[in-house]
């Protein structure tokens, strides 16, 4: 079938919650993938930050049919030695504190869920009862009812209202910060880069300032790392320059780049304070932590470390940006390792923005990105991309942004 009679397809078939989908990906190789029409992308989003390792990695497919030859799924009243081997992997590669324990979800949403049921115990049991949860403006943490309650944008949360209560915003300033914390604060949820708001970093000190204030207040700190975590910003956690050792967060949730395509997620609990709040018939999940997930997890990491993809990240995440910095059509570059966002000069050029018009150029041209807003691309590419990749991108944008904006 042609890749527009499987389009037809998908509208006919699936519920249209993504709109329609823009391309049928068949197969892919690296960082390229091929459409139904025998088309090939160099992809700069992998899959939104989270094929870390590309497509097709020989590490990556041995595990996943390997353990699939042996055992897929057992139920959670079973462990099994591809979990155990995550979850010290884990705890070792995040230099997790003694103590700190691992809960696996399916998904970054799910581990956010779980962390704010954890923030809820923790506050039901405090005397008095500590009834508030801060997030940040502008943060995004899930599309599921608790993770929604904590998501800035309106849009999402509004056709489903009322959610999960007693969650306040605030601007992720540390005057702010400082101004929401109080002894009736179950606990505050950041991420240290907000993907979904166009690669933005929190300010420099407030993750620090965010440790001081909720350990004082005896509030659960839990920084969401779905998106930034496991390798993306060149390290394993961005939050890593403020937080860890003595001043580790209650809480991190990891997915994304975890599975390195497959779909796992993780709670971890970094403090005895955290550790000790859900016990057994507390929280659950049928597939958390499966073997086959598990394994894909473990493949990843050891991919990432044997093929020093925490320094290719970094390097091609400053070829990238020193690329953009110095492109005529760009106003502002962010971000670290390969989460990087680019905002147009000419944004308004384009009805509904430049950004979506300059993504479906790109695409026509065998690249893709996506866009955060009307004028904000974002780029989030395999940890394995190459130089002469980058530089391939980085020659054809400037025709791009000019095909788009002259147009």
Not at 386 to 393: D, M, N, P, Q, R
Request: include cysteine.
């Amino acid at each position: 079938m042609t890749q527009n009679e499987l389009l037809t397809e998908y509208r006919k078939d699936l519920l249209g919650v993504f709109g329609d989908p823009s391309l049928v990906l068949t197969e892919g190789r690296g960082c390229r993938v091929t459409d139904a029409d025998g088309g090939t992308y160099l992809d700069l989003l992998g899959g939104i930050a989270v094929n870390a390792l590309g497509y097709a990695h020989p590490r990556w497919v041995q595990a996943v049919a390997d353990q699939a030859g042996r055992l897929a799924h057992v139920s959670n009243f079973f462990t099994t030695p591809p979990q155990l081997s995550l979850a010290h992997k884990l705890l070792e590669i995040l230099a997790a504190p003694e103590g700190s324990k691992v809960f696996f979800t399916n998904s970054g949403t799910e581990a956010n869920e779980a962390a704010l049921k954890l923030v809820r115990s923790h506050g039901n049991a405090a005397t008095p009862h500590k009834s508030r949860v801060l997030a940040l403006d502008h943060g995004f943490h899930g599309r599921t009812a608790g993770a929604l309650a904590v998501t800035w944008k309106e849009a999402y949360r509004a056709p489903f209202q009322p959610l999960p209560g007693g969650v306040e915003f605030i601007e992720p300033t540390l005057e702010a910060l400082d101004r929401a914390m109080g002894d009736d604060v179950a606990g505050l949820i950041v991420e240290p880069v907000q993907g979904e708001a166009g690669v933005r970093p929190l300010p420099e000190g407030f993750l620090a300032q965010a440790r001081r204030l909720t350990a004082d207040g005896d509030a659960i700190l839990v920084v969401d790392e779905v998106q930034s975590g496991m390798g993306r910003t060149g390290r394993w956690l961005a939050s890593g320059d403020e937080l860890g050792g003595e001043n580790a967060p209650d809480v991190i949730t990891l997915a994304k780049s975890l599975g390195g395509g497959f779909p796992i997620g993780a709670m971890i609990t970094m403090t005895p304070q955290a550790t000790g709040v859900l016990g057994p018939g507390n929280h659950g999940t049928t597939f958390g932590g499966n073997p086959l997930a598990t394994a894909a997890g473990s493949a990843t990491i050891e991919a990432i470390e044997e093929e020093g993809l925490l320094e290719n990240a970094r390097s091609m995440g400053e070829l990238l940006v020193r690329g953009l910095s110095q492109m005529e059509g760009i106003d502002e570059v962010r971000g670290e390792g390969l989460l990087i966002a680019a905002d147009l000069s000419r944004a308004d050029a384009v009805d509904g923005g430049a950004a979506p018009a300059v993504v479906a150029e790109a695409r026509k041209r065998g690249f893709i990105l996506n866009a955060t807003g009307p004028a904000t691309l974002r780029l989030a590419p395999p940890l394995i991309i190459t130089a002469s990749e980058v530089e391939e991108f980085l020659q054809a944008l400037p025709g791009i942004i000019d095909a788009v904006v002259d147009a």
